[in-house]
């Protein structure tokens, strides 16, 4: 029986053993997914001694970056964006991939429109789900500002965009939010935002899909903007997950 899975830290809100055990079910390919709760990406060694049949795995936060130092290969794609969630294992030999890039672009395109796209971006969070985010808006040629809570460089804080930087808000017409705030069991937390700014015209995307209405999108919902959650990207980065395991 073939094997794959997930590791991150924690998992109870993933819905990735659902969807690729009902995929192989549906193809009528025995394997099996399971979920793999790592505390420490240390632990990914004794992963794979204690599991040598996996031939694949998805990344999830927190080691969408942190796995990087674990692989034989990269893909090209993967190494510009600087993050993988994908990994095929073959003849022993570890390669990453990033399949979160193709999940989301097509994702918005979807979502907005190719031709309806706004100019400018905020992206809420800078770890590894935000780096193939901030690919697809390069692609798409939208401008935009990273927020953080532990801003460097160039990035905003949210503190910055409640007040002095409140222009950024009010120009950035599409804000995504790639924090795990709002996720179950959490669903109270949302990033901290001038939300009575917001006006019909936003477009505000949660990569967070469980659950699938976030108090941030519920924030959009209230002031008639246009949102979307991360159920969909999640489905177009675990298609390409499964073409990459099988090609």
């Known amino acids: 029986m073939r094997k794959f899975g997930l590791i991150g830290y924690p998992l109870g809100h993933s819905f990735s053993k659902k969807y690729f055990t009902e995929k192989f079910e549906k193809h ?86 190719a031709n309806a796209m706004p100019q400018k971006a905020l992206i809420l969070g800078t770890g590894g789900a935000s780096k193939g985010v901030q690919e697809a808006l390069k692609d798409l040629n939208i401008s935009f500002h990273l927020v953080s809570r532990n801003p460097k460089n160039n990035e905003l804080s949210y503190e910055e965009l409640n007040s002095s930087k409140v222009q950024n808000f009010n120009d950035a017409k599409l804000i995504i939010n790639t924090t795990p705030l709002g996720t179950a069991p959490n669903l109270d937390q949302l990033p901290h935002l001038p939300y009575q700014l917001l006006t019909k015209d936003y477009f505000l995307y949660d990569l967070v899909y469980n659950p699938l209405e976030t108090a941030f999108l519920k924030k959009g919902i209230e002031a008639k903007c246009w949102v979307k959650n991360g159920l969909e990207m999640l489905y177009g980065q675990a298609e390409a997950a499964w073409e990459i395991w099988n090609k």
């Open 28 to 113: 009528g390919i025995s394997a099996e997914y399971e979920l793999y709760p790592l505390e420490d990406i240390e632990e990914l060694s004794s992963l794979f001694k204690q599991n040598k049949k996996i031939e694949g795995l998805n990344i999830t936060i927190p080691y969408k970056q942190l796995v990087l130092n674990y692989l034989d290969e990269i893909d090209d794609k993967a190494a510009q964006i600087g993050a993988v969630n994908t990994i095929k294992i073959k003849s022993g030999k570890l390669k990453g991939y990033n399949t979160d890039y193709i999940g989301f672009k097509n994702s918005l395109v979807k979502f907005i429109g």
